[in-house]
């Protein structure tokens, strides 16, 4: 029989049960994604505003993806390479998507499949294959930055409240402590004239370095760059996208836009998520001893650099964001129409 009370006992169950369906699901699910290993357990967000720490933990969700995405494309370029190699036919013989791919990498890493009939070719492409292998290797660090055997830590911050003044070098230079504990990778003494978010000009995105003595990467993403990062979605909203090249977009405007790029630059910069010491910033070349940030200087160092491409961040990240966007063609830098219906060639 119903009576009034047990009628309103069962809305109240339904309520408490939409409730956990509804709220507390997601983030269950959110929670369960990044806490499933020991180095989840030993990553670390601190930017005092839980907006930017959720904005953080998502980059990192989309690190994974993009770079699970890169680590694809890689697969069909390095096969199409070794067709190439073992039918002796050349670039042309590939279809529209591993062309683009081929395209895309050789822009950022320089060339890696040359005519057979030019000098020193097979050495020249043995050396292609090997770095795709490479970059290979390192998207393959990113996808595992929760689960990969490497087992350190990595502490990110929005704020650089642990700097404090130790002293002035030539009058010019302010050297200041990470004062954190030696155990959490603190203690080191930096020039933050050259790199800080508070006290160099200009002042960068983010910067980021790894403890040689335990393994631990930090990086600070500057509060500065947080308002126009919050102005833009999520990569992952984003990836699917056919609407690139309708505004005319060039990777150097993602690489400022999206929070997604400084992600992937500065998590290269680690010495322990590749198991190798991490990637570098590179002079642009010679005569410009600025670091190799932006399109002009990756191309540059491509065509002039190819061995100090592949080890360049901002290379990386620049080549991890085309092609998780694989819907555009990037190869020149702008979003070009790119038609994926061709079946796979076979070089
Ligand atoms: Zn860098």
Request: aromatic letters at 12%; proline letters at 3%.
């Amino acid at each position: 029989m119903f009576t009034k009370d047990s009628v309103m006992y069962c809305i109240r169950q339904l309520i408490i049960i939409l409730f956990i369906f509804q709220i507390a699901l997601p983030n269950l699910a959110h929670k369960v994604s990044r806490n499933h290993s020991k180095r989840a357990a030993r990553t670390t967000v601190d930017c005092e505003d839980n907006e930017w720490d959720q904005m953080l933990w998502d980059a990192f969700d989309d690190a994974i993806s993009a770079a699970e995405y890169a680590k694809d494309q890689l697969g069909y370029l390095s096969s199409f390479l070794g067709l190439c190699e073992e039918l002796k036919r050349g670039r042309n013989s590939g279809n529209t998507k591993q062309k683009m791919i081929l395209m895309t990498f050789e822009s950022i890493f320089g060339q890696v499949l040359y005519d057979r009939k030019s000098r020193n070719a097979d050495e020249q492409n043995r050396r292609g294959r090997e770095r795709v292998a490479e970059i290979s290797g390192f998207v393959t660090g990113i996808g595992q930055l929760y689960d990969g055997p490497i087992t350190s830590s990595l502490h990110i911050f929005c704020h650089e409240d642990f700097l404090q003044y130790s002293f002035t070098d030539n009058d010019t230079h302010d050297w200041y402590t990470d004062t954190r504990p030696a155990a959490n990778g603190g203690g080191r003494v930096l020039d933050a004239t050259r790199v800080s978010c508070s006290f160099s000009n200009p002042i960068p995105v983010a910067y980021s370095y790894s403890s040689a003595v335990v393994t631990h990467h930090m990086a600070v993403f500057c509060p500065n760059q947080f308002q126009t990062w919050e102005g833009y979605d999520r990569m992952s909203v984003m990836h699917d996208t056919r609407d690139w090249y309708g505004e005319a977009m060039h990777l150097d405007t993602i690489a400022k836009r999206y929070i997604l790029h400084a992600v992937l630059h500065e998590l290269s910069h680690s010495d322990h998520i590749f198991g190798v010491p991490g990637l570098e910033d590179v002079p642009c070349g010679e005569g410009n001893r600025n670091p190799a940030y932006g399109w002009v200087c990756i191309t540059h160092l491509a065509s002039n650099n190819p061995e100090s491409a592949i080890l360049n961040a901002d290379s990386f990240a620049t080549f991890v964001m085309a092609m998780y966007l694989s819907n555009a063609d990037w190869h020149t830098g702008w979003a070009m129409p790119f038609n994926d219906n061709d079946e796979m060639g076979d070089c």
